[in-house]
């Protein structure tokens, strides 16, 4: 059975960084995409980066881009989303997703249950 | 990246047919076979419902049938019922290599 568990959100000031992990299990990690999809409260999804089997390729929403970074390990089964320079409207439920293909271009086939990220002062 | 357009709402009664519309742009919904459908019922994570524009995944019921022409999209949800009320989403690749979402229908089933 696929599993993916976030960690790592919480509350921050604006301003601020803060890494998101994912811990995936019940696939074989390296053979597929990987992506985070927020959802900001009451609102609708948001696609905010993807990133291929092998890193090689990595995309960002264009509301992110320079800001945050994703990365995956291998080796440790995990997926992470570097959030620096957090803004109030970052706030939102990441969830972490598996792509179908090793591919990023491939469509999300699994979700996590999220982790709530609320930038306030 | 703008989101694909949704209508914000849609309704049936029970054993009737709903469609949502998902309509996007030639760099998007337009280009691609890479759309894909998602249910989110309150509270919950999304599920994958319909892949690759008209491709159902194993344990979904066909009743949920999608299409696309041109930059729009459509899921129909023939014989509606009570659990099948929820949030829906399409999602789409883009020219950009990205992932764009729709703005979220909700399903209400009367």
């Known amino acids: 059975e696929v599993q993916l568990v976030e960690s790592g959100g919480g509350l921050v000031q604006p301003g601020r960084s803060l890494r998101l992990s994912c811990a995936v299990s019940?696939?074989?990690?390296?053979?597929?995409?990987m992506h985070w999809v927020r959802q900001a409260p009451g609102k609708g999804l948001e696609w905010v980066s993807g990133?291929?089997?092998?890193?090689?390729?990595?995309g960002y929403a264009d509301s992110v881009k320079g800001r945050f970074t994703i990365s995956r390990d291998n080796a440790k089964n995990s997926l992470y989303l570097q959030m620096n320079s957090l803004r109030a409207e970052d706030t939102a439920l990441y969830y972490c997703?598996?792509?179908?293909?090793?591919?990023?271009?491939?469509?999300?086939?699994?979700w996590g249950q999220g982790t709530l990220v609320t930038v306030s002062s | 990246q703008s989101a694909l357009t949704q209508p914000p709402s849609v309704s049936g009664s029970p054993g009737q047919s709903v469609t949502i519309s998902c309509t996007g742009t030639?760099?998007?919904?337009?280009?691609?076979?890479?759309v894909s459908w998602y249910q989110q019922p309150p509270g919950t994570a999304p599920k994958l419902m319909i892949y690759?524009?008209?491709n159902r995944p194993s344990g979904v019921p066909d009743r949920f049938s999608a299409s696309k022409s041109g930059n729009t999209a459509s899921l129909t949800i023939s014989g509606l019922q009570a659990e099948d009320e929820a949030d829906y989403y399409c999602?789409?690749?883009?020219?950009?290599?990205?992932?764009?979402f729709g703005g979220g229908t909700k399903l209400t089933v009367l």
């Open positions: 019940g696939f074989t990690f390296d053979d597929y995409a």
């Open positions: 997703a598996k792509g179908r293909y090793y591919d990023s271009s491939a469509y999300v086939d699994s």
């Open positions: 990133i291929s089997w092998n890193s090689g390729s990595i």
């Open positions: 690759e524009v008209s």
């Open positions: 999602s789409s690749y883009t020219s950009s290599s990205t992932w764009v």
């Open positions: 030639s760099s998007d919904v337009g280009s691609y076979n890479r």
